[in-house]
């Protein structure tokens, strides 16, 4: 069984489209598979024929899923992912390694890292009129990129900064939760799942009930 890890951004409904908006800005560009015209939220579908087909997502996507690719400052664990990529799927002289890298390279000198999946999850039931955004790694090796990358912790970060998020954690499976983010303030408090209250009640009610935050 691989790994499958994702971050969980919790927002109110009334900023989902500055939570969109901000992925959108700071996706790589050529790789970025949604857009958000006359406040409209449209899937983009492209074909290997050349074909480019726009679906409107009601309800701003909720209980939908989009796919992006973000683009995020250069740390180790950043490169390393890279380089991995380089080793595993090219021959030697294949390709020059320079432009290997080069391919990566995003806008901003950031570097875009692999596509992700994006659900835009109704979460009212738990925070009112809150929406799940669930930023899931697609392999096993973004899943390890995902836990260790301190330039994808800031990127989390600043999203919940900017959309005023309730919470933001990243879910790393046995190895438990990680808090990034609640009421206005960054964390990095990992929580191993040793108990079932947070499968039945969450981790953001069980996080809340302790911290009393």
Same mark, same amino acid.
């Given at each position: 069984?691989?790994?499958?890890?994702?971050?969980?951004?919790?927002?109110?409904?009334?900023?989902?489209?500055?939570?969109?908006?901000?992925?959108?800005?700071?996706?790589?560009?050529?790789?970025?598979?949604?857009?958000?015209?006359?406040?409209?939220? !449209?899937?983009?579908? #492209?074909?290997?024929? $050349?074909?480019?087909?726009?679906?409107?997502?009601?309800?701003?996507?909720?209980?939908?899923?989009?796919?992006?690719?973000?683009?995020?400052?250069?740390?180790?664990?950043?490169?390393? !992912?890279?380089?991995?990529?380089?080793?595993?799927?090219?021959?030697?002289?294949?390709?020059?390694?320079?432009?290997?890298?080069?391919?990566?390279?995003?806008?901003?000198?950031?570097?875009?890292?692999?596509?992700?999946?994006?659900?835009?999850?109704?979460?009212?039931? %738990? @925070?009112?009129?809150?929406?799940?955004?669930?930023?899931?790694?697609?392999?096993?090796?973004?899943?390890?990129?995902?836990?260790?990358?301190?330039? @994808?912790?800031?990127?989390? %970060?600043?999203?919940?900064?900017?959309? #005023?998020?309730?919470?933001?954690?990243?879910?790393? #499976?046995?190895? $438990? !939760?990680?808090?990034?983010?609640?009421?206005?303030?960054?964390?990095?408090?990992?929580?191993?799942?040793?108990?079932?209250?947070?499968? #039945?009640? $969450?981790?953001? %009610?069980?996080?809340?009930?302790?911290?009393?935050?």
């Amino acid at each position: 069984m691989g790994l499958d890890y994702d971050y969980r951004i919790y927002i109110k409904k009334e900023n989902l489209k500055r939570a969109l908006q901000f992925v959108h800005e700071h996706s790589d560009r050529k790789r970025v598979s949604f857009e958000i015209t006359n406040d409209q939220l !449209y899937k983009i579908d #492209e074909y290997a024929n $050349g074909q480019i087909l726009k679906t409107l997502l009601h309800d701003f996507g909720i209980n939908q899923r989009i796919y992006t690719s973000i683009a995020v400052e250069q740390d180790d664990s950043v490169m390393e !992912y890279h380089l991995y990529d380089l080793t595993q799927n090219y021959q030697p002289d294949s390709l020059d390694e320079s432009d290997f890298i080069e391919y990566y390279k995003s806008q901003d000198n950031k570097w875009w890292i692999g596509q992700i999946e994006i659900h835009i999850n109704d979460y009212s039931s %738990k @925070i009112t009129d809150g929406v799940e955004l669930q930023f899931w790694a697609l392999t096993s090796h973004m899943s390890r990129l995902f836990a260790e990358s301190k330039s @994808i912790d800031k990127y989390f %970060k600043e999203l919940c900064k900017a959309t #005023e998020a309730d919470y933001g954690c990243i879910y790393m #499976e046995d190895s $438990g !939760y990680r808090l990034i983010w609640a009421k206005d303030k960054e964390y990095n408090l990992t929580v191993p799942v040793l108990w079932s209250s947070f499968e #039945e009640h $969450g981790f953001i %009610k069980v996080i809340s009930d302790i911290m009393k935050i």
